[in-house]
């Protein structure tokens, strides 16, 4: 157990210091916090509600951080470059994202197409029920791309490395909150980067 726990605490600060610069990207990381804590809670009275907040808000806030805020330039903090960062990270990267972006984007255009997708789904009438269906088939994509990604790390690189990303993951919300919760007050007071002569506050 006590291996497990370094580990998890190793991949968190590697997410930290590869992927988190930017008082931007660690603003929208707190806004995505705090809505994934809410979507966990809605999450056992209405998991396609949890789930419509969960992508919808929490996921495109996250990944507007890391998209279109974080640098892309040679890390000088860590001596490395935005290519090798990419290729050692553990779980996805900004290549992998895209795809899942994609998926994410695909399911209410599949939706509108196929409302019962293909005799899987009860019909619906009206948005409402639409909506609903959204929610639960992103709430299906986010579990299957969690167990995907963990199965595929336990072939890459072994089991615990696997298991530890995906409670990683599942945590994250919590840890991003106490990580960030200071970011948004710093953002207001003109900052931009949490390192911007190049080292660590």
């Not at 590869?18 to 705090?34: E, G, I, P, R």
């Not at 789904?121 to 009206?126: E, I, K, N, R």
């Not at 490395?161 to 200071?182: C, H, N």
């Amino acid at each position: 157990m006590t291996g497990f726990r370094a580990q998890l605490a190793e991949q968190r600060w590697d997410d930290h210091r590869f992927y988190h610069h930017s008082l931007v990207n660690q603003t929208l990381h707190f806004v995505s916090a705090c809505t994934f804590m809410v979507a966990y809670a809605i999450l056992w009275v209405d998991p396609a509600v949890a789930s419509l907040l969960a992508w919808g808000v929490a996921m495109t806030s996250r990944q507007a951080g890391h998209f279109f805020f974080e640098p892309k330039g040679y890390d000088h903090v860590n001596e490395a470059t935005h290519d090798h960062k990419e290729e050692i990270k553990i779980g996805y990267n900004l290549q992998r994202k895209w795809v899942l972006m994609s998926l994410w984007l695909a399911v209410p255009l599949v939706l509108l197409v196929q409302p019962t997708l293909w005799g899987a789904l009860l019909p619906v009438d009206g948005v409402e029920g639409y909506l609903r269906h959204v929610g639960i088939g992103w709430l299906v994509l986010g579990v299957g791309a969690i167990a995907f990604r963990s199965v595929h790390l336990f072939f890459i690189r072994d089991v615990e490395t696997g298991l530890v990303w995906a409670t990683k993951i599942i945590t994250d919300p919590f840890s991003d909150f106490r990580l960030y919760k200071g970011a948004p007050r710093r953002l207001l007071r003109g900052e931009r980067m949490d390192y911007p002569d190049g080292t660590p506050a």
